[in-house]
């Protein structure tokens, strides 16, 4: 009797076994096998937005959390450079709504009628972003853009690896780092800082200011590393490089990563630039844009983005969740010595014909 119970129990529990395991699988079975795979989340979009950024300058869960809030798809495409940009769209003006350009991109674009005036009754959160960011000389109004991120331009640089104190643009023309020097890719950045070494406007249309600068970037040229733009950050950050010409919120992604590395603007002075938002000529998705335009600046959004992206929100009140980050808010004393980047047509054809032969 007592073997029969045995059994009986033994029988009873494997069939028990069976049937957890049954249940199991029967949650995990997908149409591809017996693996589970994540269900897509379905939205019912009641409109479209195509949105031409600057690379790896937004959180995408943002993007993602508007198309949920408002039904609208986003396609989003990045650009390399503000150059780049403005080649794609005046080949191909309708294919994108909104911008992100630099402020002296914007400059261009108002200056040759290439994006719309705003409708600022959509875009209430304006009110969000701090005074010294508004009215900028060339749209006083803020008829045309609407800020973004805003920030400097320095050097990154290994502190383990410099051989003396990094406080002058000097440094990226020090033979002692011979292979070791990385340029960011962008012609108005590099220009810019040669000629403010030089102790001249990097706004100058002199062209014996520019041959002088022009003469000293080809100089240059076997002292480099390469040209690049993530990628010389990320080099940094691997420690391949001791140093590098970047942005501020690239420095600030850099340094979280690689406590070894510092940003600095030279005692010469830089760029101070303010990247904003403007709607392409006769878009077709203008009320969308401006919805996205004022999503973007809610506090909690500009959080997100300026923790993503390391650059600083224009958003005055996504500003106390960084304290006070030396690289995200530099002194009055350090932006005295900066300046913003501007819009002259002629400039412009020969910092074009400039970087072609310097590249």
Do not use: H
């Amino acid at each position: 009797m007592k073997k029969f119970l045995i059994i009986l129990l033994v029988v009873m529990l494997s069939v028990f076994c069976i049937g957890c395991t049954g249940k199991n699988e029967d949650k995990t079975k997908t149409p591809q096998g017996n693996k589970t795979t994540k269900i897509e989340e379905k939205i019912d979009y009641v409109g479209e937005l195509r949105v031409y950024n600057a690379a790896e300058y937004m959180d995408m869960s943002t993007v993602k959390d508007f198309e949920r809030e408002y039904k609208i798809k986003v396609v989003y495409e990045e650009f390399e450079s503000n150059e780049s940009m403005y080649d794609d769209i005046s080949k191909n003006p309708n294919q994108y709504d909104l911008l992100v350009p630099s402020d002296y991109m914007v400059d261009r674009l108002i200056k040759e009628g290439k994006v719309e005036k705003l409708n600022k009754s959509n875009i209430t959160n304006i009110t969000n972003v701090a005074s010294e960011y508004l009215n900028p000389a060339y749209d006083p109004e803020n008829d045309y853009v609407v800020p973004y991120m805003v920030g400097t331009v320095g050097i990154l640089y290994n502190k383990k690896m410099v051989k003396a104190p990094i406080d002058s643009w000097d440094a990226l023309w020090d033979s002692n780092y011979r292979k070791e020097i990385w340029m960011w890719d962008s012609e108005r950045d590099v220009i810019g800082v040669a000629l403010k070494r030089l102790g001249y406007s990097m706004n100058t249309n002199d062209d014996t200011e520019l041959n002088e600068a022009k003469l000293e970037l080809i100089k240059q040229g076997s002292l480099l590393k390469g040209f690049a733009e993530e990628e010389s950050r990320d080099a940094m950050i691997a420690d391949e490089g001791i140093l590098a010409l970047v942005y501020a919120g690239e420095a600030k992604a850099a340094i979280d990563q690689n406590p070894n590395l510092a940003y600095v603007i030279p005692k010469e002075g830089s760029n101070k630039f303010v990247d904003g938002f403007v709607i392409v000529k006769n878009a077709k998705n203008k009320d969308a844009a401006e919805k996205f335009i004022n999503f973007m600046c809610r506090s909690n959004i500009a959080v997100r983005n300026m923790t993503e992206t390391g650059y600083t929100s224009p958003i005055k009140g996504a500003w106390s969740e960084f304290g006070n980050n030396k690289i995200m808010f530099p002194s009055e004393e350090e932006l005295a010595r900066c300046e913003a980047f501007l819009y002259d047509p002629q400039a412009t054809a020969k910092y074009d014909k400039m970087w072609r032969e310097i590249r």
